[in-house]
């Protein structure tokens, strides 16, 4: 960090002369664990000094997914006389390979995409109730949405 700016430096960015500059320890929550830490405990991370110039900038993974074929909030219902259903599910905003969570629990991977649409993931749901559905990308990208089956 330069103390008179107090904005950030990665390393290889600094000043030819690094006179003057103190260095600064963070911890940060790892990338994959951002949907399960609460927003307050998330917000630590904002408060990191700003970066002194766009060309030091770390790359910061975006949460710009966007799961398509369920929206927040929906409430799914079985047909009569079956006990499950299937939605087909695809994610926005990412040609990486993506990993599919329902509870917490991975129940899918989709391989990264090769034309103009991601690859889609069939997922059966037979517990009635509430869930989420988390997708998260190679690069850590995420979407999370909740809904409710009955």
Same mark, same amino acid.
């Given at each position: 960090?330069?103390? @008179?700016?107090?904005? !950030? ?15 600064? @320890?963070?911890? !940060? ?7 399960? &830490?609460? $927003?307050?405990?998330? %917000?630590? &991370? ?5 970066? $002194?110039?766009?060309?030091? $900038? ?9 799961? %398509?074929?369920?929206?927040?909030g929906s409430v799914l219902r @079985?047909?009569?006389?079956? +006990?499950?259903? @299937?939605v087909q599910l695809h994610v ?8 599919w969570l329902l509870d917490g ?28 559905? +988390? ?10 949405? +909740?809904?409710?089956?009955?």
């Amino acid at each position: 960090v330069n103390p @008179t700016t107090r904005q !950030r430096l990665r390393p290889g960015c600094a000043p030819t002369r690094t006179q003057g500059l103190t260095a600064v @320890t963070y911890a !940060r929550w790892p990338t994959l664990l951002q949907p399960w &830490v609460e $927003a307050a405990q998330r %917000s630590e &991370v904002e408060r990191l000094p700003v970066v $002194a110039s766009v060309a030091c $900038a770390h790359p910061v993974p975006q949460r710009s997914l966007r799961i %398509s074929g369920l929206e927040p909030g929906s409430v799914l219902r @079985t047909l009569p006389g079956k +006990t499950e259903l @299937t939605v087909q599910l695809h994610v926005l905003g990412t040609r990486e390979e993506v990993n599919w969570l329902l509870d917490g629990r991975l129940v899918g991977t989709t391989p990264a995409a090769s034309g103009a649409t991601s690859p889609a993931l069939r997922l059966t749901l037979k517990a009635p109730g509430p869930h989420a559905l +988390t997708a998260m990308d190679a690069v850590g990208r995420y979407q999370q949405v +909740t809904f409710s089956v009955h």
